[in-house]
């Protein structure tokens, strides 16, 4: 069964900082990868996708890279917001057409 | 209007009750997906259908069962309601080329 794990499982930052999340599984067989945004009482928001052909994917202020060998994807957020504080969740896909979903990181930017 | 709607938002019952909860989706996906999600758990795959005669398993599967009604609808049933099952409950849609889930915005189910 795959699994991921997301460190920090909580981050406090300053506003304007540059911040790295990670994201990290254990069967580098995968379909695709995706990180999602959770607001508070909210559903799910998805952000990046990244097919497992893919090193990376930018959308704005938000850079996404995958390293499937050592099992591993990186959510870059740079010049952080305040609006940008919720938690952040990693899912992978195998090719089962199942997703597995880490636990989050909760980020709080700071005015 | 929102692409994936779940009702109710909020549900309180008590042990032993059978409940439903609903999901419905405009979006056209002929895969759809509920979740559960626990604090510190992350979320969990509790059923997943890739069409309406297709219905398959997740992980954790006992205790609910699911009905899918028409290709937009998609409703997951808890026989016999317990404690464990308070829980924050997602439905999803996929494409066919698993390419981005869309998620609605949850039913938080309370089992008293």
């Known amino acids: 069964k795959q699994e991921v794990t997301q460190i920090p499982a909580a981050l406090s930052v300053p506003e304007g900082e540059n911040l790295v999340l990670n994201c990290s599984f254990t069967?580098?067989?995968?379909?695709?990868l995706q990180w999602f945004r959770q607001d508070p009482g909210k559903g799910l928001t998805s952000l990046l996708l990244?097919?497992?052909?893919?090193r990376e994917q930018t959308s704005g202020r938000l850079n996404a890279s995958l390293d499937k060998s050592s099992g591993r994807s990186t959510l870059y957020i740079a010049a952080s917001q305040p609006g940008d504080s919720a938690t952040y969740l990693c899912?992978?896909?195998?090719?089962?057409?199942?997703?597995?979903f880490g636990t989050g990181t909760s980020l709080t930017v700071i005015p | 209007d929102a692409d994936v709607t779940q009702t109710p938002r909020n549900r309180i019952t008590k042990t032993g009750k059978r409940i439903m909860l609903e999901c419905s989706q405009t979006?056209?996906?002929?895969?759809m997906y509920w979740y559960r999600q626990d604090p510190g758990l992350g979320l969990q795959l509790i059923y997943y259908?890739?069409?309406?005669?297709?219905?398959n398993k997740g992980e954790i599967s006992d205790g609910y069962s699911v009905s899918r009604q028409a290709q937009a609808k998609f409703s997951l049933s808890l026989e016999s309601a317990i404690p464990n099952q308070t829980a924050l409950y997602f439905c999803?849609?996929?494409?066919?080329?698993?390419?981005?889930?869309?998620f609605g915005p949850g039913t938080r189910l309370l089992v008293l």
């Open positions: 999803a849609t996929s494409d066919p080329n698993q390419e981005t889930q869309y």
């Open positions: 069967d580098s067989a995968i379909y695709n």
């Open positions: 990244i097919q497992s052909s893919q």
């Open positions: 899912a992978v896909s195998n090719t089962g057409n199942q997703f597995y």
């Open positions: 979006k056209g996906h002929d895969r």
């Open positions: 259908s890739f069409d309406v005669k297709d219905i």
